[in-house]
Nanobody
């Protein structure tokens, strides 16, 4: 069964760093494009960063230069390194992929940045 499991969220002060991990299992493999989304209270879910199977990346303007998405295909794991965190980065962060036209989401991990 396909599954995405996030970890690494937590509480951090503004200016700090966190690294999120997303472990994929089942049929999800290194050939899948994967991404991180986030959803803050009262707001729509938004794309944070996306990475293809060949490690081409796309970032939201709000995180460019601060966040880095990467993947370890041998471990079927995607990472999001978040530096210089701001209070407006506070949200639940979700891992995502699409396979055979089906969207798969992780359960989410909370990131809270205090000012």
């Amino acid at each position: 069964q396909e599954q995405l499991v996030e970890s690494g969220g937590g509480l951090v002060q503004a200016g700090g760093s966190l690294r999120l991990s997303c472990a994929a299992s089942g049929s999800i493999s290194s050939s899948n494009t994967m991404a991180w989304y986030r959803q803050a209270p009262g707001k729509q879910r938004e794309l944070v960063a996306r990475i293809t199977s060949t490690s081409n990346t796309v970032y939201a303007d709000s995180v460019k230069g601060r966040f880095t998405i990467s993947r370890d295909n041998a471990k079927n794991t995607v990472y999001l390194q978040m530096n210089s965190l701001k209070p407006e980065d506070t949200a639940v962060y979700y891992c995502w992929t699409i396979m055979w036209g089906n969207n798969y989401w992780g359960q989410g991990t909370q990131v809270t940045v205090s000012s």
